[in-house]
Protein backbone atom coordinates (compact mmCIF):
# COMPACT_ATOMS: atom_id res chain seq x y z
CA UNK A 1 0.00 0.00 0.00
CA UNK A 2 1.22 3.61 -0.99
CA UNK A 3 1.44 6.05 1.71
CA UNK A 4 3.05 9.43 1.45
CA UNK A 5 3.21 11.76 4.53
CA UNK A 6 4.23 15.81 4.44
CA UNK A 7 6.24 16.94 7.16
CA UNK A 8 7.49 20.27 7.54
CA UNK A 9 6.47 23.61 10.24
CA UNK A 10 3.19 24.72 10.06
CA UNK A 11 4.04 28.43 10.84
CA UNK A 12 6.40 30.32 8.12
CA UNK A 13 7.34 34.22 8.53
CA UNK A 14 6.54 36.84 5.82
CA UNK A 15 9.65 37.11 3.08
CA UNK A 16 11.24 33.61 4.37
CA UNK A 17 11.26 30.03 2.80
CA UNK A 18 9.07 27.41 3.12
CA UNK A 19 10.04 23.69 2.97
CA UNK A 20 8.35 20.50 3.05
CA UNK A 21 9.43 17.14 2.59
CA UNK A 22 7.09 14.05 1.69
CA UNK A 23 8.31 10.88 2.31
CA UNK A 24 7.03 7.71 0.67
CA UNK A 25 6.47 3.94 1.76
CA UNK A 26 5.18 1.11 -0.14
CA UNK A 27 6.71 2.32 -3.08
CA UNK A 28 9.76 3.23 -4.75
CA UNK A 29 10.44 7.42 -5.47
CA UNK A 30 12.75 6.46 -8.71
CA UNK A 31 9.59 4.70 -9.85
CA UNK A 32 7.61 7.69 -10.52
CA UNK A 33 6.36 11.19 -10.92
CA UNK A 34 5.54 13.29 -7.69
CA UNK A 35 3.56 16.20 -7.38
CA UNK A 36 3.12 18.89 -4.93
CA UNK A 37 -0.52 20.54 -4.73
CA UNK A 38 -1.91 23.29 -2.06
CA UNK A 39 -5.02 24.80 -1.36
CA UNK A 40 -5.85 27.71 0.83
CA UNK A 41 -8.15 27.86 3.34
CA UNK A 42 -11.82 27.87 1.66
CA UNK A 43 -10.25 27.66 -1.77
CA UNK A 44 -9.58 25.35 -4.35
CA UNK A 45 -7.05 23.16 -5.22
CA UNK A 46 -3.60 24.30 -7.51
CA UNK A 47 -1.05 22.00 -8.75
CA UNK A 48 2.18 23.81 -7.43
CA UNK A 49 4.37 21.04 -10.12
CA UNK A 50 5.97 17.67 -10.31
CA UNK A 51 9.78 16.34 -10.16
CA UNK A 52 9.98 13.07 -11.89
CA UNK A 53 11.80 10.07 -11.11
CA UNK A 54 14.43 11.16 -12.88
CA UNK A 55 14.83 14.27 -10.83
CA UNK A 56 13.64 16.87 -13.41
CA UNK A 57 10.97 19.15 -12.34
CA UNK A 58 8.14 21.05 -13.85
CA UNK A 59 6.48 24.18 -12.53
CA UNK A 60 3.19 25.87 -12.83
CA UNK A 61 4.50 29.32 -14.10
CA UNK A 62 2.74 31.09 -11.75
CA UNK A 63 5.01 30.04 -8.98
CA UNK A 64 8.28 29.33 -11.04
CA UNK A 65 10.53 31.92 -10.01
CA UNK A 66 10.14 30.84 -6.45
CA UNK A 67 9.84 27.15 -6.41
CA UNK A 68 12.41 24.33 -5.86
CA UNK A 69 11.70 20.47 -5.74
CA UNK A 70 14.09 17.90 -5.26
CA UNK A 71 14.40 14.31 -4.73
CA UNK A 72 16.60 11.80 -2.34
CA UNK A 73 16.28 8.54 -3.29
CA UNK A 74 18.60 7.36 -0.22
CA UNK A 75 15.45 8.51 1.93
CA UNK A 76 12.82 7.49 -0.65
CA UNK A 77 11.51 11.04 -0.24
CA UNK A 78 11.14 14.40 -2.15
CA UNK A 79 11.51 18.10 -1.13
CA UNK A 80 9.41 21.35 -2.00
CA UNK A 81 10.75 25.38 -1.09
CA UNK A 82 8.80 27.93 -2.04
CA UNK A 83 10.98 31.47 -1.26
CA UNK A 84 9.85 34.92 -0.74
CA UNK A 85 6.64 33.64 1.09
CA UNK A 86 3.61 36.47 1.96
CA UNK A 87 0.34 35.14 3.34
CA UNK A 88 -1.31 34.25 -0.01
CA UNK A 89 0.75 31.29 0.58
CA UNK A 90 -0.87 30.03 3.34
CA UNK A 91 -2.13 26.71 2.55
CA UNK A 92 -2.70 23.04 3.05
CA UNK A 93 0.11 21.89 1.32
CA UNK A 94 -0.05 18.20 0.09
CA UNK A 95 2.26 15.75 -2.05
CA UNK A 96 1.20 13.03 -4.35
CA UNK A 97 2.18 10.51 -6.73
CA UNK A 98 1.39 11.58 -10.43
CA UNK A 99 0.55 9.01 -13.30
CA UNK A 100 3.08 10.63 -16.06
CA UNK A 101 1.31 8.81 -18.77
CA UNK A 102 -2.07 10.19 -17.94
CA UNK A 103 -1.34 13.02 -15.69
CA UNK A 104 -3.54 11.73 -12.46
CA UNK A 105 -3.07 11.96 -9.14
CA UNK A 106 -3.74 8.52 -7.46
CA UNK A 107 -2.69 8.48 -4.27
CA UNK A 108 -2.17 11.86 -1.68
CA UNK A 109 -0.82 12.91 1.33
CA UNK A 110 -2.88 13.47 4.13
CA UNK A 111 -1.92 17.61 4.17
CA UNK A 112 0.27 19.84 5.61
CA UNK A 113 -1.07 23.10 7.00
CA UNK A 114 0.99 25.91 6.50
CA UNK A 115 0.28 30.01 7.87
CA UNK A 116 2.61 32.11 6.77
CA UNK A 117 2.42 35.15 10.00
CA UNK A 118 4.55 36.96 11.93
CA UNK B 1 -5.98 25.76 -20.33
CA UNK B 2 -9.27 26.76 -17.88
CA UNK B 3 -11.97 24.41 -16.68
CA UNK B 4 -14.75 25.43 -15.74
CA UNK B 5 -17.38 23.39 -12.91
CA UNK B 6 -20.02 24.49 -11.45
CA UNK B 7 -19.75 25.65 -7.66
CA UNK B 8 -22.40 24.16 -6.56
CA UNK B 9 -25.15 21.11 -6.77
CA UNK B 10 -27.97 19.65 -4.41
CA UNK B 11 -29.37 15.90 -5.02
CA UNK B 12 -31.92 14.15 -3.16
CA UNK B 13 -30.72 10.68 -1.49
CA UNK B 14 -31.29 8.26 -4.10
CA UNK B 15 -31.26 10.55 -7.28
CA UNK B 16 -28.32 10.66 -9.73
CA UNK B 17 -25.53 13.70 -9.05
CA UNK B 18 -24.08 14.41 -12.57
CA UNK B 19 -21.39 16.90 -12.30
CA UNK B 20 -19.88 18.72 -15.51
CA UNK B 21 -16.37 20.15 -16.42
CA UNK B 22 -15.80 22.26 -19.38
CA UNK B 23 -13.37 22.88 -21.09
CA UNK B 24 -12.08 23.14 -25.12
CA UNK B 25 -12.13 20.20 -26.60
CA UNK B 26 -11.36 18.22 -23.40
CA UNK B 27 -12.47 14.76 -25.44
CA UNK B 28 -8.63 15.30 -26.66
CA UNK B 29 -7.76 15.00 -22.74
CA UNK B 30 -7.52 12.70 -19.65
CA UNK B 31 -10.17 13.80 -17.09
CA UNK B 32 -9.17 12.91 -13.52
CA UNK B 33 -12.00 13.59 -10.48
CA UNK B 34 -11.66 13.76 -6.83
CA UNK B 35 -13.50 13.59 -4.34
CA UNK B 36 -12.51 15.72 -0.81
CA UNK B 37 -14.95 15.37 1.77
CA UNK B 38 -14.52 18.26 4.67
CA UNK B 39 -11.13 18.00 6.53
CA UNK B 40 -9.65 15.33 4.10
CA UNK B 41 -7.54 15.01 1.64
CA UNK B 42 -8.64 14.62 -1.78
CA UNK B 43 -9.60 10.92 -3.06
CA UNK B 44 -9.46 9.75 -6.66
CA UNK B 45 -12.60 8.60 -7.70
CA UNK B 46 -12.75 8.88 -11.76
CA UNK B 47 -8.79 8.38 -13.70
CA UNK B 48 -8.47 8.42 -16.96
CA UNK B 49 -11.82 9.34 -18.20
CA UNK B 50 -13.95 6.34 -16.83
CA UNK B 51 -12.00 3.84 -14.76
CA UNK B 52 -12.39 3.58 -11.36
CA UNK B 53 -9.95 3.21 -9.02
CA UNK B 54 -10.08 -0.07 -6.81
CA UNK B 55 -12.27 0.79 -3.48
CA UNK B 56 -14.86 3.15 -5.50
CA UNK B 57 -18.17 2.15 -5.57
CA UNK B 58 -20.07 1.27 -9.00
CA UNK B 59 -22.48 4.17 -8.30
CA UNK B 60 -19.48 6.13 -9.50
CA UNK B 61 -19.19 6.70 -13.20
CA UNK B 62 -17.76 9.05 -15.83
CA UNK B 63 -17.58 10.35 -19.30
CA UNK B 64 -15.69 12.57 -21.52
CA UNK B 65 -16.96 13.89 -24.83
CA UNK B 66 -16.85 17.26 -26.83
CA UNK B 67 -15.76 20.27 -24.32
CA UNK B 68 -17.92 18.79 -21.56
CA UNK B 69 -16.77 15.91 -18.71
CA UNK B 70 -19.10 14.51 -16.14
CA UNK B 71 -18.83 12.56 -13.32
CA UNK B 72 -21.85 10.82 -12.78
CA UNK B 73 -22.89 9.44 -9.24
CA UNK B 74 -25.56 7.26 -8.90
CA UNK B 75 -28.35 6.69 -6.12
CA UNK B 76 -26.48 9.64 -4.25
CA UNK B 77 -25.96 8.79 -0.53
CA UNK B 78 -25.43 11.06 2.25
CA UNK B 79 -22.08 10.10 2.62
CA UNK B 80 -21.05 11.33 -0.90
CA UNK B 81 -21.46 14.90 0.17
CA UNK B 82 -18.50 16.25 -0.85
CA UNK B 83 -15.84 18.67 -2.86
CA UNK B 84 -15.64 17.41 -5.96
CA UNK B 85 -12.75 18.23 -8.51
CA UNK B 86 -12.03 17.64 -12.20
CA UNK B 87 -7.86 17.78 -12.96
CA UNK B 88 -6.48 17.22 -16.47
CA UNK B 89 -2.87 17.09 -18.01
CA UNK B 90 -2.49 19.81 -20.74
CA UNK B 91 0.52 18.03 -22.88
CA UNK B 92 0.93 20.81 -24.98
CA UNK B 93 2.24 23.16 -21.54
CA UNK B 94 2.82 19.40 -19.43
CA UNK B 95 0.95 20.76 -16.82
CA UNK B 96 -2.00 19.35 -14.62
CA UNK B 97 -5.12 21.73 -13.87
CA UNK B 98 -7.60 21.64 -11.60
CA UNK B 99 -11.25 22.73 -12.32
CA UNK B 100 -12.90 25.13 -9.40
CA UNK B 101 -14.43 22.72 -7.46
CA UNK B 102 -18.71 21.49 -7.26
CA UNK B 103 -19.98 21.19 -3.88
CA UNK B 104 -22.50 18.09 -3.81
CA UNK B 105 -25.24 18.86 -1.37
CA UNK B 106 -27.34 15.70 0.04
CA UNK B 107 -30.64 17.05 0.56
Known amino acids: QVQLRESGPGLVRPSETLSLTCTVS????????WSWIRQPPGKGLEWIGY???????HYNPSLKSRVTMSLDTSKNHFSLSLSSVTAADTAVYYC????????????WGQGNLVTVSS | YVLTQPPSLSVAPGETARIACGGD??????VHWYQQKAGQAPVLVIN???DRPSGIPERFSGSNSGNTATLTISRVEAGDEADYYC???????????FGGGTRLTVL
Open chain 2, 87 to 97: QVWDISSDHRV
Open chain 1, 51 to 57: ISHGGSP
Open chain 1, 26 to 33: GESISDYF
Open chain 1, 96 to 107: ARDEAETGGLDY
Open chain 2, 25 to 30: NIRSKS
Open chain 2, 48 to 50: YDR
